[in-house]
DNA sequence: TGCGCACACCTAAGATCTTTAGGCAAATAC
DNA sequence: GTATTTGCCTAAAGATCTTAGGTGTGCGCA
């Protein structure tokens, strides 16, 4: 019989393009096995299981998103940065959602430290270079970034604004410049 | 043999403390089944199917998040109503982390129509009241605070924020500080 | 108080997924 | 060209989901 060339990287790939095609809830090791037309047994000789597949497929996503990241803000600053870098989440979000999910996939301690997690953190470390912030406001001010992209991000891909007008796009460029505003009048602590 | 006493009610409610208890991705119909020492195919004539009962969690998650919301919105404006609202969101997901996960599944049409939804973003706007946004900034504005709500509480349970300092209690009130200056100053659209 | 009916819960069974154990054959190494 | 590695397979057990059809319980009603 003809081998079918499975290794952790292909089966990792696979998992990543079912996941946008039907959602990264209905990626399973038996739904990639089929994809490659082999048992599902056979997978377990790449994959520890089930958990394994779909970290893998988290870890992929992220380092994707963080390569895209990298590439936006290469050559810019300030809120041409933070524009760029925005929009790299959310293109991402809308051109693979299924990736997108995955990258929000819990993972263990371990694979979070090997993730590209430490890479997103420092690029909006990077962007905040443009803005005039002391350091212990920089983490408040990552924390906010990535809360707001994400959780935009989220919603919108959960349907949340889908039913109220005006459209998304327009919400998110007017939160984008306003959380740029926010960054150059960042304010002191409460009394 | 003696009932159970099986309703659609205490179903979903022992489906929720599961939640909570082991995480919304591990509630089953067998699981829930087994929390009240019956056969799973019982739970068929209460619950359309697995899918079923995750909606109707999410559905009690979201109602128990708005009521809350509700009850600290009472008598309170601007900033002081921002921050009892914003905590409500955390401290809720803090407490009940399964449901809180629930209150975020996607949602068929029908159900989101019939869901607290509309509740959650009618608050979002009474809150805004205290601020002088122009109607579609209000939109605007009540997206962000979504996402921001939504986003922090997300990548905190994710453990996203567990591995740096400053704490992430600082950060959340911090951050509550800062879209409580940007709503004070909201930007005009850019040029 | 007793009868009948609705329905609450059950048994049975098929389908899918996960995971492990052990076997055969194809690729690789010498 | 043989020997070894290893890629993929068969087999099998356990879990979940879901449907179909059966039985006894408890309530409404006479």
Redesign the pocket.
């Known amino acids: 019989?003809?081998?079918?060339?499975?290794?952790v990287a292909r089966l990792t790939q696979a998992g990543a393009e079912l996941a946008d095609e039907v959602g990264f809830e209905q990626?399973?090791?038996?739904?990639?096995?089929?994809r490659?037309?082999?048992?599902?047994?056979?997978?377990?000789?790449?994959?520890?299981?089930?958990?394994?597949?779909k970290t893998r497929i988290a870890l992929l996503a992220l380092e994707e998103l963080a390569d895209r990241g990298a590439t936006a803000l290469a050559g810019r600053a300030g809120k041409d940065a933070l524009t760029a870098f925005a929009d790299v989440y959310r293109d991402y979000a809308h051109e693979h959602p299924g990736r997108y999910t995955a990258a929000r996939f819990r993972l263990d301690p371990e694979a979070a430290a090997a993730s590209a997690g430490a890479r997103h953190a420092q690029m909006m470390r990077a962007i905040l270079r443009g803005y005039d912030l002391t350091e212990p406001d920089q983490t408040h001010a990552v924390r906010l970034l990535g809360s707001v992209f994400h959780g935009y991000v989220s919603l919108e891909a959960a349907g949340a604004f889908s039913h109220s007008a005006p459209d998304t796009e327009e919400s998110w460029s007017r939160i984008v410049d306003a959380l740029d505003a926010l960054l150059r009048n960042w304010p002191a602590p409460a009394l």
């Not at 019989?1 to 290794?7: E, H, I, N, P, S």
């Not at 082999?38 to 299981?49: E, G």
């Open positions: 019989m003809v081998r079918a060339g499975l290794t990626v399973t090791v038996s739904a990639v096995a089929r490659f037309d082999v048992k599902v047994a056979s997978l377990y000789s790449h994959l520890k299981n089930s958990h394994d597949l």
